[in-house]
């Protein structure tokens, strides 16, 4: 948690560059503005779990490893209730005492972290070289927890 409170007191650029987590590529995020970009357009609408799973984490194949057989299931029928407020599990997780995601609080949910350069625990996500997220992706995430993260 220190750490992460070093991060939000950190100033700098946004620098993104396209890759999945396995990939040597980086992906530079200053933390201050780790889960606290805002972008209008996205603010405005009201985000839902299917717009998550349809734009965010089907076409970056999260879906592929996280399905109905994994551990961590975010299939469209279960991925909502195994997210929100519900405490990170996994080996290099579970001790860190953070959320997969609280509602209203982008800064303080695994799941953004996940998705961004140097995770605070675990590797990044998705795993896969062939899938990115994208800064509108993220920001989407962002926007849906910020909003309460909405089933």
Same mark, same amino acid.
């Given at each position: 948690? &220190?750490?992460?409170? $070093? $991060?939000?007191?950190?100033? #700098? ?5 396209? *890759? ?16 606290? &970009?805002?972008?209008?357009?996205? &603010? @405005?609408?009201?985000?839902? $779990?299917? /717009? ?8 970056? @194949?999260?879906?592929?490893? *996280? #399905?109905? !057989?994994? /551990?961590?299931?975010?299939?469209? @029928?279960? #991925? ?21 995601v609280v509602p209203?609080? =982008?800064? !303080? ?9 140097? =995770?605070?625990?675990? !590797?990044?996500? =998705? ?7 994208? &800064?509108?992706?993220? /920001?989407?995430?962002?926007? $849906?927890?910020?909003?309460? !993260?909405?089933?």
């Amino acid at each position: 948690m &220190q750490r992460r409170l $070093w $991060w939000l007191g950190v100033s #700098g650029s946004i620098a993104l560059a396209a *890759h999945g987590c396995a990939s040597d590529a980086t992906q530079s995020l200053d933390g201050a503005q780790r889960g606290m &970009q805002s972008d209008a357009a996205v &603010q @405005e609408q009201a985000i839902s $779990w299917i /717009e998550i799973y349809d734009q965010v984490l089907v076409p970056n @194949e999260c879906v592929k490893c *996280h #399905g109905k !057989a994994a /551990e961590l299931d975010l299939s469209l @029928e279960h #991925g909502h209730e195994n997210l929100v407020g519900v405490a990170a599990k996994g080996g290099k997780c579970a001790s860190t005492a953070m959320q997969r995601v609280v509602p209203g609080d =982008p800064g !303080a949910s695994l799941l953004l972290d996940k998705l961004m350069d140097m =995770p605070l625990c675990g !590797a990044r996500m =998705p795993v896969s070289p062939r899938a990115l997220v994208t &800064q509108q992706q993220l /920001e989407l995430v962002r926007a $849906w927890i910020a909003q309460g !993260a909405k089933k």
